[in-house]
């Protein structure tokens, strides 16, 4: 599966190299059906399988780089996405969408641990059952589009696509000590289907 955006842009870039190998040759052109192929290649869209269970997935496919203390209450766990991985994000918990807050800010390079609270990002709030979830969409040194395809009041079930970065980038999430963290900095994870955290006290022996 291919995102919408993808195809109109790899259409684009074929209808420009069409014209351009039309005027002055194919050695011209070819760097544009290049890049229409990489935008085909960079806006796949793969299924997953979801896990089953009192358990928070991975938003987004990536390496993870942080997970630490971000308030005496929440936890933080960064993942960072290069322009290879598949950037079609995922609703880490089943619940309401409770709030998005777009903030302005800054195009740092996205692995840094400042860009959590400097670069441009959207914040999205999730409620679950006796749970919050936050998860931060950030833009990167490339990224300049957040795309949420969500809106307060929508339900959402664990995994479900819910929006898109463009090009390198992070995501952020934020878990409360009810929530048991199952991944560390170094580990790559994947959209909708790796495993983040457990619910504690569910009776599922974590």
Same mark, same amino acid.
């Given at each position: ?8 842009y790899a259409a684009a870039l074929c209808a420009a190299g069409a014209?351009?190998?039309w005027l002055l040759g194919a ?5 544009? &059906? ?18 089953? #269970? ?7 496919? =990536?390496?993870? *780089? ?19 991985? *598949? ?11 409770? !709030? *998005? ?33 936050? &998860? ?7 990224? @300049? @589009?957040?795309? &949420? /395809?969500?809106?307060?009041? $929508? ?6 696509? *819910?929006?898109?970065? !463009? &090009?390198?980038?992070?995501? $952020? ?27 504690? =006290? /569910?009776? $599922? #022996?974590?």
């Amino acid at each position: 599966m291919i995102v919408r955006t993808g195809i109109y842009y790899a259409a684009a870039l074929c209808a420009a190299g069409a014209l351009i190998g039309w005027l002055l040759g194919a050695f011209f052109a070819a760097p544009l &059906f290049l890049l229409a192929a990489f935008c085909l290649y960079f806006f796949r869209d793969p299924d997953r399988e979801v896990p089953a #269970g009192p358990v928070a997935v991975s938003p987004a496919d =990536g390496k993870v *780089v942080a997970v630490k203390a971000e308030t005496p209450t929440l936890n933080r766990i960064s993942i960072f996405l290069n322009v290879f991985d *598949v950037h079609v994000n995922r609703a880490p918990i089943g619940g309401v969408i409770g !709030k *998005v807050q777009y903030q302005k800010g800054c195009f740092k390079v996205a692995s840094r641990e400042e860009c959590s609270t400097v670069n441009e990002q959207n914040i999205v709030t999730v409620e679950g059952e006796r749970t919050v979830v936050v &998860f931060k969409q950030i833009a990167g040194l490339i990224a @300049r @589009r957040i795309v &949420f /395809t969500k809106k307060p009041g $929508d339900r959402v079930e664990t995994g479900e696509r *819910v929006g898109l970065i !463009k &090009f390198g980038s992070r995501t $952020d999430v934020l878990l409360g000590h009810e929530w048991e963290i199952v991944v560390g900095p170094g580990e790559r994870v994947s959209a909708g289907s790796s495993i983040i955290a457990r619910r504690r =006290g /569910t009776g $599922d #022996g974590s």
